[in-house]
């Protein structure tokens, strides 16, 4: 049983671009060792790929049709039950620091009469966690995070700008002293305006150290949050990591011309997006590249600054902890940029558990193929610190058996969704809001992608590992993708929305309503002839409790 859990999570990390993963350039010692002493998991999936609603599905533990949340900017419903929740029933603080996307529903507090400042308020509103520093990184002009703490440090280092996250944290400066912002691609190659000590990843590293510092006088457990803001977009690094890679160290792009002849309808769309566009330009990708692997460089070399502490602090022997990250990046894969669809280079997330527990010694720098989910993560905690997950809430399961070397009967597909009905995909397409969602059934080697009013996209990744050949409307493939068509209803059949009276419940009485009627407990007679049938009835309740 864990005393701590530390639960990293990185923004728009690609799975392949850690060097125990396989990148070969991007060396990431820090993490490898990471993996050196846990489990490292092959096939992890996030149940949406963009930042909000995935992160949702980790916060809660539940599918995005579930719980709601199914855009950017689309809040998390009053009354959704959180990992802080679920915690808190164990006396373990859930403490944040950085990133949730996490958007707050306003609307359903003011119509419960809460308010969103006192202290159930505060809870809604960080998804049950408790914010020792908040900060979702993009925020420009306060969009996300209004004058957020990381700004109102780099004034007090002394930078001077109306918007220094914007203006210094993530734009660079020509020699004439022009701003070339980051937002730019052009601009990614270029050293960030801010001190590397200064920039956002060891910034929120040091935070964690402080909670992790003030813990200590609290005593209670926790699961610290470190949500890093990186290798998310603006792509632009301090230096030194500016130059660290360059040109030399990209990987030729994962795409095929076949892939533009004819697509698919969806996959056509998100390719003529702007963000996709771009990474067709000559030289886009041997630009913005270097910058991506500098920032996963820097937070890899933070790590190991964390791990240190933690060693130091006493902390190693008794924190689980887990790396892992909200979706990856296309970065030009696929002719795509951004995330959103399906290919692995989006929905396939690095995951690395090292649990310090005895039980886990069996499994220590293991690696596992087993099916994981994204949603997984909240009852694995709820398992590391003694409870019990709830299966009428949490739609994931506990990894812990996996950890400690057992082979319990597992899950034969993952799910993952994507609400397009807020892209301009949906437009051109003359898609209806309510039918803009697509689906993706995996089962380790087919992939079959649904969207209503389209053929289904197919993908047999033993064969075609690159997913550059859609097999949607083979009839070779017609079984399989009713198989796992039918894998996806029976999935849309058993959705938990009855979260208030649990399964325990439920069932336990059904030993007792085999032996009588429990309708005669509270006095109603249903389907009763006479008066000899309730008798005889009575008799046999009498006889049970007997």
């Known amino acids: 049983m864990a005393r701590n859990v530390l639960f990293i999570m990185c923004d728009q990390l690609r799975v392949d671009y850690l060097s125990c993963y396989g990148h070969p350039h991007l060396h990431t010692p820090n993490i490898d060792a990471l993996a050196a002493r846990g489990v490292r998991f092959t096939q992890a999936f996030v149940q949406s790929t963009i930042c909000g609603p995935s992160r949702m599905c980790a916060y809660t533990g539940r599918y995005m049709r579930s719980h709601g949340s199914t855009q950017n900017g689309v809040p998390l419903k009053v009354g959704e039950v959180t990992l802080g929740d679920h915690l808190k029933k164990l006396d373990v603080r859930a403490v944040l620091v950085g990133k949730t996307h996490m958007i707050a529903d306003i609307e359903g507090m003011k119509r419960l009469g809460i308010d969103p400042d006192g202290v159930i308020g505060v809870h809604i509103s960080e998804c049950g966690f408790e ?34 996250w914007q203006e210094l944290a993530n734009s660079g400066q020509a020699a004439d002293g022009a701003l070339q912002s980051g937002w730019l691609y052009s601009h990614a190659d270029k050293p960030a305006r801010v001190a590397e000590d200064d920039s956002e990843t060891p910034y929120m590293t040091r935070r964690a150290m402080e909670f992790m510092r003030d813990a200590k006088a609290d005593g209670r457990s926790w699961c610290l949050h470190l949500s ?11 230096a030194p990591y500016h130059t660290a890679y360059g040109p030399q160290d990209v990987l030729p792009a994962v795409r095929d011309d076949g892939e533009r002849q004819n697509p698919h309808p969806i996959l056509r769309a998100f390719q003529e997006e702007r963000y996709s566009t771009v990474f067709n330009r000559a030289g886009a990708r041997e630009t913005v590249i270097p910058a991506y692997m500098g920032l996963i460089k820097q937070i890899d070399d933070q790590l190991g600054l964390l791990f240190a502490f933690m060693e130091a602090e006493g902390l190693r022997d008794d924190t689980m902890v887990v790396f892992t990250s909200d979706h990856g990046d296309y970065l030009g894969d696929h002719w795509l940029g951004e995330k959103y669809l399906f290919h692995d280079q989006s929905v396939r997330v690095p995951l690395i558990i090292a649990d310090p527990s005895a039980q886990a010694d069996v499994t220590r720098g293991t690696v596992s193929d087993a099916l994981v989910e994204m949603i997984d993560m909240a009852p694995t905690f709820v398992e590391a610190f003694g409870g019990e997950p709830a299966p009428h809430i949490l739609e994931g399961r506990s990894l812990l058996p996996l950890l400690h070397g057992q082979a319990p009967e597992w899950r034969r597909v993952v799910i993952s969704e994507y609400d397009y009905a807020f892209d301009l995909a949906r437009i051109k397409l003359a898609v209806p809001v309510a039918e803009a969602r697509l689906y993706m059934v995996y089962d380790g080697r087919f992939k079959y992608i649904h969207a209503d009013g389209f053929a289904p996209m197919l993908y047999d990744l033993a064969i075609d590992p690159h997913e ?70 009575q008799a046999k309740r009498a006889n049970y409790k007997q």
């Open 468 to 537: 550059f050949c859609d097999l949607g409307s083979d009839p070779a493939h017609g079984a399989t993708r009713a198989r796992l068509y039918e894998a996806l209803a029976k999935w849309s059949r058993t959705t938990r929305t009855q979260t208030t009276v649990s399964d325990a419940a439920i069932t336990a009485n059904d030993k007792a309503a085999m032996a009588y009627d429990l309708n005669l407990e509270a006095g109603i007679l249903i389907g009763y002839w006479d008066e000899a049938e309730l008798i005889e009835e």
């Open 228 to 238: 890093y803001i990186k290798p998310h977009w603006p792509y632009i690094v301090p």
């Open 131 to 164: 914010p020792f520093e908040r900060d979702d990184g993009l925020h420009p002009d306060g969009a996300y995070s209004p004058d957020p703490a990381y700004d109102r440090f780099l004034r007090q280092q002394g930078y001077t700008a109306d918007n220094p």
